[in-house]
Structures are given as structure tokens and as C-alpha cells.
């Protein structure tokens, strides 16, 4: 056979392996470009994307398996092998498949949608024309071994194209994956803190709903990590789902620093009338004897406290990365204000018993020295006073006793300052009739003495005994008949102390 019949005869079984491995190649650049669509590209764009490409790579197959089949009966087997695949999936059974082996989901999918067959139908056109274009031939023509130029450039530049395409593909495909893979990393490492955050956070938000929006921010970002195969996350998937828990995470921080503040703000509030009574008890026992440790005790209570206000007025101006410092500051201003508590009641106990010889006696540093604005006058008998707060409740027991008896109560007595507390008690009388000084409820504002009912059998005495009560006021134990000092006159309002 001459050189020329040789290079003219038809390329025949021989050709086959060439047309296979373009065929091939053409398959892997199918299969690289639909998971980089799928990867890379939105939903509404890789996901029909994917579908065409699907039933593309389902051509080619076709056509590597039979290889002489033509163009376009590989493309129409290739739509009815997609269509099958979509409407298998009815049964239900792929997703059953893929429930037990999640990669199953790229071959046999889960849910059916009747709007993929369109994509499978251009898919499968691209596909036979692909098939056709490997065979240089839309016309299933064979593709000869000629000496024409023609013929020389396809053998080359067709196999050169497709490697270059395929190269791209592979790089952008292996970048995509990259990226992919680093973003995961990234947002794995800022899971961890924000977990803390947010297990550290618990009953110290203003709103409990940053917790739970973290909460499920991180949720959704370990399921995109552990339980979404990788080639179904796309660039940019993880990136979204740390700043997702990032914003969260700074709004369950803001919420715990503006607790904090208001937190902090309620503790200097409480702690303020404390630390008052505490300034006034060290005041009143000054020179009094009251122990000196017990003195110390709440000087040094009231100098912590002190510094404790000081150290969280600071912080009014914090950030979020300050509320642990904010959060330790309230502690400390809380213990103060528990330690100042307990110290005050500790020197005015330690100073009641050096003043106050009976323990129906109770001395109190205000006794006595009670501001004007404090007290109002008694109506019906203005040169004395009570506590303004009780002064109502002795008015409503006056005017039920004057519709009884006729008359206002007689009173002889009411309010003491304390030089007048001190003129009337006599030291030297071993059953003084007065308190001491700071032991008196005169002192306080609460107590009168009513004059004119102190016989025996009296009615007057009688009816404030059935009746004063409803108006909270009574007679105490002590001067009761049988108490230690028997006052049938002294009467006094039910709010005044009788214990700290």
C-alpha cells in the first residue's frame, strides 16, 4: 500500500484510545467544573450549573462506554439516565442511601425537582455536542489521519485546549478548595473563644436573647464545619459564619457589660445609706466607751467601702472587655456593704451596753438628735412633736378617742432631744423613771405619754388598750402592769425599733 493510501485509510480501532482519553479528559474537566460551581457560586446560580454539568459527565460517559455511539444518542441516553436519577428520587430511597452514605448525594441526589430536567436536557445537548467536537465531527463523521493541515491542527491544538481548560479548572478548583479548607481553620480557631464568652456569660447578659441568638450562631457554624461535606461549602460559607458569631458574641458582651453597669450602679446605691449610718454610728460613739477594736472594725469597713465606690465609679465608662473588672468591682462593693452592715450593728451593740442598762433598751445613734424637718408638730397640742411619718396614725387614734371620751389626749410628753433626754434622767437613781441618753424611743420621735389615765380601773386606759392598737400604737411589754417598769402612760408607735 503506498504512503499515500496509508495516510488516507480511516483512522479505524486505532483512533479509539485517542478519542477515549479526550473523552476522558473532557469527563474530569466536567466533573472539576461542576464541584467548583457547586463550591464556588451561589445556589440559584451553581446549583443548575451543577445539574447540566451532571447530565453532561453522563454523556460522556456514555460515549467512553460505547464508543461508537453517535453524538446525539449519547446525549438523549444521557437526559434519560438524568431524568431517571431525578425521578428515582421520588421513592424516597436516595435519600435513605445518602442518610446512611452522605457521598451517595452527588451521584443519586435527595429531593426531586421537576425544573432540573430542563437543566439535564442542556446539560446533555452541551454533552453530545462535546462528544461531537472530540470526534471532529457534529455530523458523526469520523475524524481520518490525512496529511491536511487541517487535520494535523485538530490532532494538536484540540487535545492542547482541553489540557489547558482542564489545568484551569484543576487550579481553580484546588484554590477554591484552599480557600475553603483555610476559612474552616479560621473560624474553628474563634469558635473556641467565643464558646467561652458565651458559657461565661451565663446570668450575667441584660438580655438573654444575645445568649441564645450566640448560641445558635455557633451551632450553625460547628454543623458547617462537622456535619457539611466539604464540597457542598462554598468560599466565603465560613468567613459568614464567623462574623456571624463574631457580632453575636460582641452583642452577648455588650449585654453582659451594660448588666454589669446597672449591676454595679444598684451596689453603690445599696451600699450609700450604709456607709452613712456607718459615718454617723463612729460619729455618735466617739467619747462614749464604746470599745476601740469595735470603732477600728468600722472605720476600716467604711475605708474599704470607700475605695470599692471609688474603683467602680472608674469603670462607668468601660468597654466589653472590661466587664469582668466591672463584675469585680460590684462583688467588691457588695461585700462592703455586707461587712459595713455588720460592723455598724456590731459598735452599736458594743455601745448599747456600755449606755443602755436594760435590754428592753436599745440605743441608737439618732436618739435625740433628729432633724426638724424629721418632726411635725401635734395639732391639738403643737409644743410637741413626733416623727412626721407617725403623726397621721396619732391624729386617727386622737380623733376616735376625743368621739368616746369628748376630749383630745393629754399628753405631757412626746420627743426628747437629747439635752432634754439628759436633763430628765437622773445616773444616780438606781430605777430611773428616764432612759439614758441614745436609749430612749423618746428620742426617736415614736412615744408619747399621756397624761390623766393612770388610775386604777381607769376607762380611758382601758379603751386604749382594746382600741390603740387598730391605729398602731400601743403600750410596750416593759410598761405594762407586769413588765419591768410598769408606765400605763407610755404609749408608743409599733415601727419603733426594738432590735438592729
Known amino acids: 500500500m503506498s504512503r499515500d493510501r496509508r495516510m488516507a485509510a480511516p483512522s479505524g480501532p486505532r ?4 478519542r477515549r482519553w479526550l473523552l476522558a479528559a473532557l469527563a474530569v474537566l466536567v466533573l472539576t467544573g461542576g464541584v467548583a460551581a457547586r463550591a464556588a457560586l451561589p445556589d440559584a446560580v451553581g446549583g443548575p450549573l451543577g445539574d447540566a454539568l451532571y447530565a453532561t459527565l453522563v454523556v460522556l460517559v456514555v460515549a467512553l462506554v460505547r464508543p461508537r455511539t453517535t453524538a446525539w444518542v449519547a446525549a438523549v441516553a444521557g437526559w434519560m439516565v438524568s431524568a431517571a436519577v431525578e425521578a428515582f428520587q421520588l421513592t424516597g430511597v436516595p435519600a435513605d442511601v445518602v442518610a446512611r452514605f452522605s457521598p451517595a448525594r452527588y451521584v443519586l441526589g435527595t429531593t426531586f425537582v421537576a425544573g432540573d430536567l430542563a437543566w439535564y436536557a442542556a446539560g446533555a445537548a452541551l454533552g453530545g455536542l462535546l462528544v461531537g467536537l472530540a470526534r471532529a465531527d457534529l455530523g458523526d463523521l469520523q475524524v481520518r489521519h490525512t496529511r491536511s493541515p487541517h487535520a494535523r ?16 479548572a484543576l487550579a481553580t478548583g484546588g484554590a477554591a478548595a484552599w480557600v475553603v479548607h483555610d476559612e474552616a481553620g479560621t473560624l474553628r480557631t474563634s469558635l473556641s473563644a467565643a464558646r467561652t464568652a458565651l458559657a461565661g456569660s451565663e446570668g450575667r447578659v441584660a438580655d438573654d436573647a444575645t445568649r ?17 461535606p466539604l464540597l457542598e461549602r462554598r468560599p466565603g460559607d465560613a468567613v459568614r459564619a464567623r462574623r456571624q458569631v463574631a457580632d453575636d458574641a460582641a452583642a452577648v458582651a455588650a449585654s453582659r457589660l451594660a448588666k454589669a453597669l446597672a449591676d454595679a450602679d444598684a451596689a ?14 463612729v460619729a455618735a460613739t466617739e467619747g462614749l466607751g464604746a470599745p476601740d477594736d469595735a470603732r477600728a472594725a468600722l472605720q476600716g469597713a467604711l ?24 463584675e469585680a468591682a460590684t462583688a467588691a462593693l457588695t461585700a462592703s456593704a455586707t461587712t459595713v452592715r455588720e460592723a455598724t450593728v456590731a ?28 418632726l411635725a408638730a401635734i395639732p391639738w397640742a403643737p409644743t410637741y412633736r413626733v416623727r412626721a411619718d407617725v403623726l397621721p396614725s396619732l391624729v386617727e387614734l386622737d380623733a376616735a378617742f376625743r368621739a368616746r371620751f369628748g376630749q383630745n389626749l393629754r399628753l405631757n410628753s412626746a420627743y426628747r432631744s437629747f ?49 390603740a392598737g387598730r391605729f398602731g400604737w400601743e403600750n410596750p411589754d416593759w410598761a405594762r402592769p407586769t413588765g419591768r417598769l410598769p408606765e400605763p402612760w407610755h404609749w408608743q408607735h409599733v415601727s419603733t425599733p426594738t432590735t438592729y
Open 347 to 374: 459598735l452599736m451593740t458594743a455601745q448599747d451596753a456600755v449606755t443602755c442598762p436594760y435590754p428592753d433598751q436599745v440605743w441608737f445613734p439618732e436618739a435625740g438628735h433628729l432633724a426638724d424637718a424629721d
Open 419 to 467: 439635752e432634754q433626754q439628759t436633763t430628765v434622767f437622773n445616773p444616780d437613781d438606781p430605777n430611773p423613771l428616764a432612759a439614758p441618753p441614745g436609749c430612749s424611743n423618746h428620742g426617736l420621735g415614736t412615744a408619747i405619754d399621756i397624761d390623766g389615765i393612770s388610775t386604777p380601773g381607769n376607762a380611758q386606759l382601758a379603751w386604749l388598750d382594746a382600741n
Open 303 to 326: 475605708a474599704t467601702a470607700g475605695a470599692a465606690v471609688t474603683e467602680s465609679t472608674s469603670l462607668a465608662t468601660a468597654t466589653p472587655g472590661q466587664a469582668a473588672r466591672v
Open 212 to 228: 441564645t441568638a450566640l448560641a445558635a450562631s455557633l451551632a450553625d457554624a460547628a454543623a458547617l464545619l462537622d456535619e457539611t
Open 268 to 281: 453603690r446605691t445599696a451600699l450609700a445609706p450604709l456607709t452613712a449610718r456607718g459615718d454617723q454610728v
Open 15 to 18: 483512533a479509539l484510545p485517542a
Open 153 to 168: 491542527w485538530h490532532r494538536r491544538a484540540v487535545p492542547a485546549v482541553v489540557g489547558g481548560v482542564l489545568a484551569v
